[in-house]
């Protein structure tokens, strides 16, 4: 078992920056992901990066505007959000692949472990 704990959300106007953490409760070997909930809507896939960050993904709303990255050594997964805009508006959840297949996975339904959320307000 394995705890992920978010942090570093926050409200900010659009057009700024925030960066997500992902706290992990021990060394994790696994593809790590994010996803976010907007209000009233369903959990979307945002970025996932491979254990060795040999590989990334992002979902299309967010390419070129997110970053994803991580650091074995703290056991920990960065979001860097560039150029918000009000629909990034959402929980943003940490996400761990325990049986990752070397292809990286963009369902949540393929993840095992999940953060509780941070609440990320992005106003016009």
Known sequence: QVQLVESGGGMV????????SCAASRGIVYDMAWFRQPPGKER?????????STK???????????TISRDNAKNTVYLQMNS????????YYCAADRWSTGVLAIRETEYDYWGQGTQV???S
């Not at 106007?13 to 997500?20: D, V």
């Open 13 to 20: 106007q659009a057009g700024g920056s925030l960066r997500l």
């Open 44 to 52: 979307e896939f945002v970025a996932a990066i491979s254990w060795r």
């Open 56 to 66: 990334t993904d992002y979902g299309g709303a967010v390419k070129g505007r997110f």
């Open 84 to 91: 918000l805009k009000p629909e990034d508006t959402a929980v």
């Open 121 to 123: 307000t992005v106003s």
